[in-house]
T-cell receptor
């Protein structure tokens, strides 16, 4: 399986602290994406980083990608209680007919007041 | 309209029932997807539709039958399901399967098979 592994599986921090989640994957990719999921409902797309990019920012989010190590990290700065959710990395790979998006195992983030 | 709408939100069905899940988007996206998610697990790809044609079937059992009547609608027909098929079924869309854009997901249908 090309499913990515994320660590930590769970992370508990206080409001205002930074949260870092890591993702490792096994095959070559076209891009890597991060999603947030609240309470087992739909996923929300956060950010996409292409395979030829090394770092990307969006608001309080910072994503890095190291294709030589097949790894990515998501940093959420100045966390808020509303950031409490599960976060998934997802790798996109072309199969010839379509691009497949495969999700990692996820990190459950708890931000307390 | 920047949403993917899934109906119903909850569904309980017996193993001999036939039911359908519906997904609709009006963003002009030409790629649509079905994912299955078990509790505390990541979503798993089931089907990919590109320009209303089935592009990828991830070896899904035939008791799941997808259908794309037009570019805005995606259905998943269910028949003779097993209790282990109970899960959250997520629909998603993107602009094009060949272009690296993020997916827009619906809120899902929580299916319970009894």
């Amino acid at each position: 399986s090309q499913q990515g592994e994320e660590d930590p599986q769970a992370l508990s921090i206080q409001e205002g602290e930074n949260a870092t989640m890591n993702c490792s994957y096994k095959t070559s990719i076209n891009n890597l994406q991060w999603y947030r999921q609240n309470s087992g409902r739909g996923l929300v797309h956060l950010i996409l980083i292409r395979s030829n990019e090394r770092e990307k920012h969006s608001g309080r989010l910072r994503v890095t990608l190291d294709t030589s190590k097949k790894s990515s990290s998501l940093l959420i700065t100045a966390s808020r209680a509303a950031d409490t959710a599960s976060y998934f990395c997802a790798t996109a790979r072309n199969t010839g007919t379509a691009s497949k998006l495969t999700f990692g195992t996820g990190t459950r983030l708890q931000v307390t007041l | 309209d920047t949403e993917v709408t899934q109906t119903p939100k909850h569904l309980v069905m017996g193993m001999t029932n036939k039911k359908s899940l519906k997904c609709e988007q009006h963003m002009g996206h030409r790629a649509m997807y079905w994912y299955k998610q078990k509790a505390k697990k990541p979503p798993e790809l089931m089907f990919v539709y590109s320009y209303e044609k089935l592009s990828i079937n991830e070896s899904v059992p035939s008791r799941f039958s997808p259908e794309c009547p037009n570019s805005s609608l995606l259905n998943l027909h269910l028949h003779a399901l097993q209790p282990e098929d109970s899960a959250l079924y997520l629909c998603a869309s993107s602009q094009d399967v060949r272009v690296p854009y993020g997916y827009t997901f619906g809120s899902g249908t929580r299916l319970t098979v009894v």
